[in-house]
């Protein structure tokens, strides 16, 4: 962030005295210059502004960073309107139209890719959520399994289910959800099966588990033929 702040203070201070320059040599300060010189001195901001401000890495579309983005904005904008300004003076709406166009270009692809970018985030945080859902399912599972011994007669079939459990998609949807509550509600009657030493619950419900865990599966394949 520090490195931010000296660049865009460094951007300033060069703004600073572009301008004092800009108005120490011209003496013609027409329409056509201030629309030339508005445009401009946007350009000039918005990427001080970036440099400032703009901490993340995420890349444009095609890849290329904000920032050099914003850079190409900046000399493009302050090239067209150092052309424009000597080339259609006496034709305003040209030279407006043409200056708002490089604005307006990268004004669109900047609100694009912060869509884009909000976007994938919004995905990301629904994936991670619909992960951290079924890992809990497993988790659980294990943690009933961590109180069996492996002596125990029932200790290959919970792994089994377990396995059962495991071998599907980790990620999760809408759809799925109500057969991993299933699954939840199974697991916590098992802990109280292995609690109580009822063996031929344990067994029951391991059997349950498997065929949920199938259930599972053919919902997850039915909402994600890719997978």
Not at 157 to 175: E, I, T
Not at 208 to 217: D, F, N, S
Request: with cysteine; glycine share 2%.
């Amino acid at each position: 962030m520090k490195n931010n702040v000296m660049k865009g203070l460094i951007s300033l201070i060069v703004i600073l005295f572009t301008n004092l320059a800009v108005f120490l040599i011209l003496d013609d300060f027409n329409e056509a210059f201030w629309i030339c010189y508005v445009f401009a001195m946007i350009a000039a901001l918005i990427t001080t502004g970036v440099e400032i401000f703009y901490t993340k890495k995420e890349a444009l579309i095609f890849k290329y960073p904000v920032m050099a983005v914003t850079y190409l904005y900046s000399i493009v904008a302050i090239v067209v309107a150092v052309v424009t300004y000597n080339l259609l003076q006496d034709n305003l709406l040209p030279l407006f139209l043409i200056n708002l166009f490089v604005f307006a270009f990268y004004l669109t692809v900047m609100l694009g890719t912060s869509i884009h970018n909000n976007t994938i985030k919004e995905q990301q945080e629904v994936r991670g959520r619909d992960i951290i859902a079924f890992k809990y399912v497993l988790d659980r599972m294990q943690a009933v399994i961590a109180n069996v011994k492996y002596e125990d007669v029932n200790y290959k079939k919970m792994k089994h289910a377990y396995d059962s459990l495991a071998s599907g998609q980790v990620q999760s949807n809408d759809m799925a959800r109500v057969v991993e509550n299933k699954m939840l509600d199974m697991i916590n009657m098992l802990d109280e099966a292995v609690n109580k030493n009822n063996q031929e619950m344990v067994a029951d419900l391991c059997h349950q588990l498997e065929l949920a865990a199938e259930e599972r599966k053919r919902i997850m394949n039915t909402s994600n033929p890719m997978w």
